[in-house]
C-alpha cells in the first residue's frame, strides 16, 4: 500500500508540474477597484470576457477573480522579456523577434483573448500580431497560418485590424490561393468604371490604382499582393497557351491569350515596382523581394532578348539587388549581373 501511495503522490506531483509548466505567465499589474477606486496591486494570470484572475504571489498561484465591471483601470508594468521583444522589433530584428514574440505569445496568452474593452490591446494580444509581422518581414508565409486563426480572436482596437486583414492576403499566397488572394486585392481597387481616362490612352490599363486612405506601409503589401496573384495567374495562362496547337484555326485564340497575359504581366510588373519604390526603408525584406519577383518576371517576358532597354534595367536592378543583399540573391539570375551589350554598338 505504501508503495502504491507513493507511485500516486509523485503522479500527482508530476502532473502538477506539468501544469505549472504551461500556466501562462502572471503579469504585474495594479487595479482600480470599485465605487472607492481602490488600488489593488498583484500579479495577472489570466482573464475573460467578464472576469480578471488576480494573485498575491509573484508565481501566479492561489489567483482569485474579480469582476472586470468592477474595474475602472489596468495599469500594467511591462515584463522585462516584452520590452527585450518590443526592442528586437525597433531594432528591425525580426528574424529573433520571431522568436521572442512567438514566446510571449504564449506566455501571455492568458489574457489575450478577453473581448472586455480594458482587455483591449493588452500584450498577450499584442504578442500574436507582432509574431506575424515577423513572420511576414522575414517570408516564413508558411508559419502564419496557424496564428492568422488567433489574431482574429484576441482583443485588438481599430488600429491593428487593417494589417490584421492584409495577413489574409499572405496566408492565400502561402496557400498559392491565386484566385482569392487576386479577388481579395480588387476590394482595395477604384473600380475601373470610375476612372477617367481608362481606353483613352489617358490611363494605362497596368495603371489601375487603390483606393484613397491606404497608408504607404499597407499600399505596399497590396501592390506585391496584387502583382504576385496577377504574375502567377499570367503563369497559369501562359501553360494554357503552350498547350493549344498551333494552327490557322486557332491563331484567333492564341492571339487573345497572349494578349492577356502580355497585359497581365505589365500588371504585375508594375506592381513589384511600386512595391519596392513606395515603401523602402520601412519595409526592406519587401522591397527586396519585390525586386527580385521583378527580376524573374523580366526575364519571361517574350521581348526581352531583344530589348536593349530593357535589359540594362534589369541589369541595374540586379546589380542594386546584389550590393544591397548579396546573400539572398538567387543564382539562377547571375546572368543579369553580366553588363548587356548594345546590339547597335559600332554600327
Given at each position: 500500500?505504501?508503495i502504491?501511495?507513493?507511485s500516486?503522490?509523485?503522479?500527482?506531483?508530476?502532473?502538477?508540474?506539468?501544469?505549472?509548466?504551461?500556466?501562462?505567465k502572471?503579469?504585474?499589474a495594479?487595479l482600480?477597484?470599485?465605487k472607492?477606486k481602490?488600488?489593488?496591486?498583484?500579479?495577472?494570470t489570466?482573464?475573460d470576457?467578464?472576469n480578471?484572475y488576480i494573485s498575491?504571489?509573484?508565481?501566479g498561484?492561489?489567483?482569485?477573480?474579480?469582476?472586470?465591471?468592477?474595474?475602472?483601470?489596468?495599469?500594467?508594468?511591462e515584463?522585462?522579456?516584452?520590452?527585450?521583444?518590443?526592442?528586437?522589433?525597433?531594432s528591425?530584428?525580426?528574424?529573433?523577434g520571431?522568436?521572442?514574440?512567438?514566446?510571449?505569445?504564449?506566455?501571455?496568452?492568458?489574457?489575450?483573448?478577453?473581448?472586455h474593452?480594458i482587455?483591449?490591446?493588452n500584450?498577450?494580444?499584442?504578442?500574436?500580431?507582432?509574431?506575424?509581422?515577423?513572420?511576414?518581414?522575414?517570408?516564413?508565409?508558411?508559419?502564419?497560418?496557424?496564428?492568422?486563426?488567433?489574431?482574429?480572436?484576441?482583443?485588438?482596437?481599430s488600429?491593428?485590424?487593417?494589417?490584421?486583414?492584409l495577413?489574409?492576403?499572405?496566408a492565400?499566397?502561402?496557400?498559392?490561393?491565386w484566385?482569392?488572394?487576386?479577388?481579395?486585392?480588387?476590394?482595395?481597387?477604384?473600380k475601373?468604371?470610375?476612372?477617367?481616362?481608362?481606353?483613352?490612352y489617358t490611363i494605362?490599363?497596368?495603371e489601375?490604382?487603390?483606393?484613397?486612405?491606404?497608408?504607404?506601409h499597407?499600399m505596399?503589401?497590396?501592390?506585391f499582393?496584387?502583382?504576385?496573384?496577377?504574375d502567377?495567374?499570367?503563369?497559369?495562362?501562359?501553360?494554357?497557351?503552350?498547350?493549344?496547337e498551333?494552327?490557322?484555326?486557332?491563331?484567333e485564340?492564341r492571339?487573345?491569350?497572349?494578349g492577356?497575359?502580355g497585359?497581365?504581366?505589365?500588371?504585375?510588373?508594375?506592381?513589384?515596382?511600386?512595391?519596392?519604390?513606395?515603401?523602402?526603408g520601412?519595409d526592406?525584406?519587401?522591397?527586396?523581394?519585390?525586386m527580385?519577383?521583378?527580376?524573374?518576371?523580366?526575364?519571361?517576358?517574350?521581348?526581352?532578348?531583344?530589348?536593349?532597354t530593357?535589359q540594362k534595367?534589369?541589369?541595374?536592378?540586379a546589380?542594386l539587388?546584389?550590393?544591397?543583399?548579396?546573400?539572398?540573391?538567387?543564382?539562377?539570375?547571375?546572368?543579369?549581373?553580366?553588363?548587356?551589350v548594345?546590339?547597335?554598338?559600332g554600327k
Amino acid at each position: 500500500m505504501k508503495i502504491e501511495y507513493k507511485s500516486v503522490f509523485i503522479g500527482t506531483l508530476i502532473l502538477s508540474l506539468l501544469s505549472s509548466s504551461v500556466m501562462a505567465k502572471p503579469i504585474a499589474a495594479t487595479l482600480t477597484i470599485g465605487k472607492n477606486k481602490q488600488d489593488f496591486p498583484g500579479y495577472v494570470t489570466k482573464a475573460d470576457d467578464n472576469n480578471i484572475y488576480i494573485s498575491q504571489f509573484e508565481n501566479g498561484v492561489n489567483a482569485a477573480g474579480y469582476s472586470l465591471a468592477s474595474v475602472s483601470e489596468i495599469s500594467w508594468r511591462e515584463p522585462d522579456d516584452w520590452k527585450a521583444a518590443m526592442d528586437l522589433w525597433n531594432s528591425n530584428n525580426f528574424k529573433e523577434g520571431s522568436v521572442a514574440f512567438q514566446k510571449a505569445m504564449e506566455d501571455y496568452r492568458g489574457i489575450a483573448n478577453s473581448k472586455h474593452p480594458i482587455m483591449k490591446d493588452n500584450i498577450g494580444a499584442q504578442a500574436v500580431f507582432y509574431y506575424m509581422e515577423c513572420l511576414r518581414r522575414t517570408g516564413q508565409f508558411n508559419s502564419m497560418m496557424e496564428p492568422y486563426v488567433r489574431v482574429q480572436k484576441v482583443n485588438l482596437g481599430s488600429k491593428w485590424q487593417d494589417q490584421i486583414r492584409l495577413f489574409q492576403g499572405w496566408a492565400h499566397l502561402a496557400g498559392k490561393k491565386w484566385n482569392p488572394l487576386r479577388l481579395m486585392m480588387e476590394a482595395y481597387e477604384i473600380k475601373e468604371d470610375d476612372i477617367q481616362g481608362v481606353g483613352d490612352y489617358t490611363i494605362a490599363p497596368n495603371e489601375l490604382p487603390l483606393k484613397n486612405g491606404i497608408n504607404v506601409h499597407h499600399m505596399a503589401q497590396i501592390f506585391f499582393l496584387r502583382a504576385k496573384s496577377t504574375d502567377e495567374l499570367a503563369n497559369g495562362l501562359d501553360e494554357e497557351l503552350q498547350s493549344i496547337e498551333i494552327s490557322d484555326e486557332t491563331m484567333e485564340e492564341r492571339n487573345e491569350l497572349a494578349g492577356k497575359i502580355g497585359v497581365m504581366r505589365s500588371q504585375a510588373l508594375t506592381d513589384y515596382n511600386r512595391s519596392t519604390t513606395i515603401n523602402y526603408g520601412q519595409d526592406r525584406g519587401l522591397a527586396l523581394r519585390s525586386m527580385m519577383s521583378s527580376l524573374y518576371l523580366i526575364k519571361k517576358l517574350p521581348s526581352f532578348s531583344e530589348n536593349f532597354t530593357m535589359q540594362k534595367e534589369a541589369h541595374g536592378m540586379a546589380k542594386l539587388l546584389s550590393g544591397l543583399s548579396p546573400t539572398v540573391f538567387p543564382s539562377d539570375l547571375n546572368d543579369l549581373l553580366e553588363e548587356p551589350v548594345d546590339p547597335n554598338q559600332g554600327k
